[in-house]
């Protein structure tokens, strides 16, 4: 660790505005999903606890499926975000 | 519990430990200049990245904490989990690749872009500095709860082992070593959590666990009638000890044996039905007694009995066999667990007695949300008994995104495209693990081996119960895995002292050589303030304490970083004002809180001047607030011509 140059100089990413905004797009809409799904959680949690025992898929209660529910859909949100989203400085293709 | 250690567990632990220095030493010579140090020059691959977000991620909280908590409440400590992988879908959609566009090295970088103000650069570094001390404090705490039964040294001693090490790692290495030094850890955590899983499948669910030398644990009596309990009048052998001083109105009857001289404590339950307890007297001397004999392992002397099993299986059957996911997670809905609960009593003399009581408890209970004493209000009918719960999941969902040793890890990678990948490589890493918790720590609640003392304690001795290599193996990691995270933050907060404010803020003119003693030193100030912190909080579960985290993070840096990036009208004062009140409400409301009453200062915490303990619902909200007020108010007037 010879110098702690500050200042030095980082290259600028090549960004083209349009895919930039196409690109937060797409993620504010994902986001929107998402947290409708997680909203929902916490409201059932909340308000309707006596429901989250109630079996609901392959014999697993609602509060351990949503649970699960929840994390394969991150992932899978994920995914079609990575899948949708354009690659900057290469006319807008998809990365 | 007292736990031995073994020289297999110490062997594998300083091996870890060699490896781990090994790398920080050999890749941190190769950290020339400040962009190497803070960000590893930008040249680490999207993958690793990604699998290194794990390792940064999955810290003492997540393996400890979150597995302790499932072990001693159930479906609660899961909540967690899903609250903490929720948290990077805020990261990936909001904040991921605009952070790495406008930062350079720190958080405050990023906020600092549009406007070059010096109170952004304060306010935003001093910020990073409280959220990772916050942070810091559950993983110096995780460190010692595993080196206690690792190497048989007391919980301090853990604590002062990690900070020692971690501050030799920060101070000659920097993000290059940090950042594989996770990623190796956080892809052995997983892998073996993994291995653990189908371990657990394996053996199924017993009403009659057996220890890993085969040798049964020990089945605590339950249901029996008064009759069989208390003896009566002119009992030879035994006598009842009257209530007295802080044994009045408690659901406790407490017998002495006349011959041995050992009180036992039974717990009354509805029915007239008595439940054996275990007990740990502390008297004002220092000397303590455990289960009625003086605390030792040695001849004469007595320790806590290791617990966890089921009480009824679906079938009335005494042990299920092997089971698949599904049907591990059907047959804990279905059965009867026992799991244990505490209750202080304390005497004049100042003699403080702990009973640890056993709780019959259904899977219908514990496999649904309000099990546990920091949930439990969720199934209150009151609506401000559940703004707590709803609290939290608010200060996890939001937390993530904005936990600076987490932000830190975007400027490691070489553009936006890296920065996106490597979040979804982290969320199917984080999640995987996260789904894999609930197994574990139902796999603890039932596994024989749970110190009812130590809520930490479930996931490395979860592992013992298999065998003690694996204990060893896990719990090294798991040691690992505190390094790794406490080196993120002792970065994050390097970052902060020695960029943001020494150079940035106050313009201190230093030459190199000044500028990496300032980082250094920065470095060894917070690991000792680490190690403080870590002794005197070492009672408290992890997981809560990261909570706090996370709240103080949402409320502070959240607000700022979605409005300068949503918001046009944002102006640097509105920034500085949120990233402040956001920061101070939450931490006085946390300070003020019960919890904060009652495992801090050790008062009643019914006395706690705020209604509830977790305050993102509040904080989070006036972050925004601030932020919105103070820029229409100091928005620059137009020129005129």
């Known amino acids: ?95 | 519990m007292i736990h031995s250690s073994s020289p297999v567990a110490i062997i594998i632990f300083l091996a870890f430990i060699s490896v781990v220095l090994g790398i920080s030493f050999y890749l941190g010579a190769k950290a020339k200049s400040s962009k190497g140090y803070f960000t590893a020059g930008g040249t680490i691959h999207w993958a690793v990245n990604g699998i290194a977000f794990a390792g940064d991620y999955l810290s003492a909280a997540s393996f400890l904490g979150i597995c302790g908590m499932i072990a001693f409440f159930g479906y609660d400590g899961f909540l967690y989990s899903i609250g903490y992988l929720a948290g990077w879908i805020v990261a990936l959609f909001i904040i991921a690749e605009p952070l790495k566009r406008l930062g350079r090295y720190t958080f405050a970088d990023a906020l600092d872009n549009k406007f070059n103000s010096r109170s952004i650069k304060l306010t935003a570094a001093i910020s990073t500095l409280v959220v990772s001390i916050f942070y810091l404090i559950p993983q110096m705490v995780g460190a010692g709860a595993l080196v206690q039964p690792l190497l048989g040294f007391p919980h301090y001693v853990g604590v002062i082992i990690v900070g020692l090490v971690v501050i030799t790692i920060v101070v000659t290495a920097g993000m290059v070593s940090t950042t594989w030094v996770q990623f190796i850890k956080g892809s052995l955590l997983v892998c073996l959590c993994f291995v653990i899983t189908i371990m657990i499948l394996n053996r199924g669910i017993s009403t009659e666990p057996k220890k890993s030398d085969g040798t049964p644990v020990k089945i605590f009596k339950h249901d029996l009638s008064s009759a069989e309990v208390i003896p009566l009048p002119g009992d030879a052998q035994r006598e009842l000890i009257p209530p007295s001083e802080g044994w009045v109105d408690k659901p406790y009857v407490r017998i002495l044996d006349k011959t041995s001289g050992e009180v036992s404590v039974w717990r009354k339950e509805e029915g007239d039905k008595y439940f054996e307890t275990q007990t740990m007297v502390a008297y004002k001397d220092g000397r303590k007694m455990a289960n009625g004999k003086p605390h030792g392992k040695g001849e004469g002397q007595g320790d806590l009995s290791p617990v966890g099993y089921a009480y009824a299986l679906p079938g009335g059957v005494k042990e299920t066999g092997p089971l698949g996911p599904l049907s591990f997670i059907q047959t804990m809905q279905s059965s009867n667990v026992i799991l244990w609960g505490s209750d202080k009593i304390m005497e004049q003399d100042g003699t403080a007695t702990t009973v640890y009581y056993q709780r019959p408890s259904p899977g219908s209970d514990f496999m649904t949300p309000g099990s546990s004493p920091t949930f439990k209000k969720v199934r209150s009918k009151k609506l401000t008994d559940k703004l707590d719960f709803l609290s939290l999941m608010l200060a996890l969902f939001c937390g993530t995104a904005s936990l600076p040793h987490i932000l830190i890890r975007y400027y490691t990678v070489k553009d936006q495209i890296s920065a996106r990948k490597s979040t979804v490589v982290g969320i199917a890493a984080i999640g995987f693990f996260y789904v894999l918790t609930l197994f574990l720590g139902l796999g603890a609640m039932t596994s024989g081996t749970m110190d009812v003392s130590d809520s930490n304690m479930a996931a490395p001795l979860l592992a013992r119960s298999f065998n003690e290599l694996l204990f060893s193996i896990i719990s090294a990691v798991a040691f690992t895995t505190v390094l790794g995270t406490v080196s993120g933050l002792i970065m994050a907060a390097s970052g902060a002292v020695a960029h943001d404010i020494m150079s940035n803020y106050l313009k201190i003119d230093m030459d190199d050589f000044q500028k990496v003693r300032s980082a250094k030193f920065a470095s060894i100030a917070v690991g000792l303030l680490a190690i403080i912190l870590g002794i005197l909080f070492a009672k408290m579960n992890v997981n809560f304490l990261v909570g706090w985290a996370f709240n103080i993070a949402a409320s502070s840096n959240l607000p700022a970083l979605v409005m300068l990036l949503f918001w046009s009208k944002t102006t640097k004062e509105g920034i500085s004002s949120a990233i402040l009140v956001g920061m101070l409400s939450s931490l006085s409301w946390i300070l003020l809180s019960a919890q904060a009453y009652k495992d801090v200062y050790g008062i009643d915490p019914a006395m706690a001047i705020v209604p509830f303990s977790q305050p993102a619902i509040v904080t989070i909200p006036l972050g925004f607030l601030v932020l919105i007020v103070v820029s229409l108010f100091t928005q620059k007037k137009p020129q005129t011509i």
């Open chain 1, 1 to 95: 660790m010879g110098s702690l140059d500050f200042k030095s100089e980082i290259p600028k990413e090549h960004e083209d505005e349009l895919v930039v905004k196409y690109n937060s797009r797409i993620g504010a809409f994902l986001f929107v999903i998402y947290v409708a799904a997680y909203a929902g959680f916490m409201a059932l949690s909340s308000f309707f606890p006596e429901r989250m025992g109630g079996e609901i898929l392959f014999g697993l209660n609602l509060s351990v499926s949503y649970g699960f529910f929840l994390i394969v859909l991150a992932l899978v949100l994920a995914v079609i975000y990575m899948k949708l989203c354009k690659k900057t400085g290469n006319g807008g293709q998809q990365s």
